[in-house]
């Protein structure tokens, strides 16, 4: 029911939130490094540094989040909505990262994968995370 | 139990609920043996102090949250018996529930916002379409569609809340303390508009407020305090 309709939310969101310039830019910085100085950053640098900057813009956005899991939950959303909101926000920025990066062709495809899967357990994690907070608000204030 | 014949005519029905909240580690009972009917077409103002129950009533009502014991049965269908999937349809389709900050969605526009329970229900595009266009004239909103709720006034965002809770055609219409943000003016505008939802819709409309001043405006009014509801009214039924 609606899924469409949530992962078009989704966007929307992120599309007019700062977090995701953010994003944006830190791997632009990223890819631009990498060309700069011609040869891959280390491993771990390729892994926290996107993760960093997402844990940084989720949290820049975190009020926008937490005003779409409001009205989504009041409006009728299942879990199966806010999932899908969750994986369409962690798609976004995987493919915000990987991009500018697959375009510098310094990484190998494992380095992506792994790239891709922090990512995406990172985002999802977070988000769902908060959808617990936020149905915890939802029965214990405002008596 | 309630009789079928005034089963039909009954659009919320509480019967013995209790509610305990643990607030820093201690229990908090919230709602003490809450029983009352509230019948179909009807505005009930909840009158209350801070801390009385009256949003934990009112989320109970739109099953975001459950009572410890007790019934409640909203337009016939027992909160009880609804799994999580259950309640969210049933704030889908029946319930609309407004809080008392709006519940916006900051960055969207106003027709993004409204058309929200919609995309939850899947509803075709056009249908869509069509049904927001409707809303949102019947709201006044027709021309700040495209406006970006966080640029709205507070009485526009009231409006805009309203908006997005009858774009489903619910039933009952929840509004918690909808005028605490809005100056005298526009609270009665609000407090009018309820009326001619109802009067337009046939929806039953519980206000829950701390202003005494709403409760000229309902045409029945319950009391709760300390977690115990006092009709200060009598029922439209009666009056009849």
Known sequence: MGVQGVVSIAIKQLARGSGLRIAILTSLVIAALTLVVGEAPPRMLILSLPVFSVLSSILIDVRNIRSSFYALIIVGATVKHIITYSITIALVYIIIYIVPMAATKFFTLPEYCSLAGVLLMTVVTLLLIYYLYMKRTFTSVNI | ?240
């Open chain 2, 1 to 240: 139990m309630v009789g079928s014949e005034n089963m039909v005519e009954v659009a919320i029905f509480l019967r013995d609920v209790w509610k305990s909240y643990r607030v820093s580690g201690r229990l908090v009972t919230v709602l003490k043996a809450v029983t009352t009917r509230i019948y179909k077409s009807e505005i009930v103002g909840i009158h209350g102090p801070s801390g009385s129950g009256k949003t934990t009533l009112l989320k109970i009502i739109a099953g975001l949250d459950r009572p410890d014991r007790g019934e409640v049965i909203v337009d016939g269908y027992n909160l009880n018996m609804l799994d999580e999937l259950g309640l969210a349809m049933l704030r889908n389709t029946v319930v609309s529930y407004i809080p008392q900050d709006y519940g916006l969605i900051e960055n969207l526009t106003v027709w993004e916002n409204v058309e929200i329970p919609l995309l939850l229900a899947g509803v075709e595009k056009s249908v869509r379409e069509n049904r927001v266009r409707e809303v949102l004239e019947y709201m006044g909103l027709a021309d700040k569609i495209s406006i970006v709720v966080s640029r709205l006034s507070g009485g526009e965002r009231q409006r805009v809340a309203i908006a997005r809770s009858l774009v489903n055609t619910p039933t009952v219409l929840l509004a918690d303390e909808p005028t605490a943000n809005l100056d005298w003016e526009n609270a009665i505008k609000v407090a009018e508009l309820f009326k001619k939802i109802r009067d337009d819709f046939g929806t039953t409309v519980v206000i829950v407020t701390h202003d005494p001043r709403l409760l000229e405006f309902v045409d029945r009014s319950l009391n709760i305090v300390d977690g115990t509801l006092k009709e200060i009214s009598p029922p439209v039924s009666m009056r009849r």
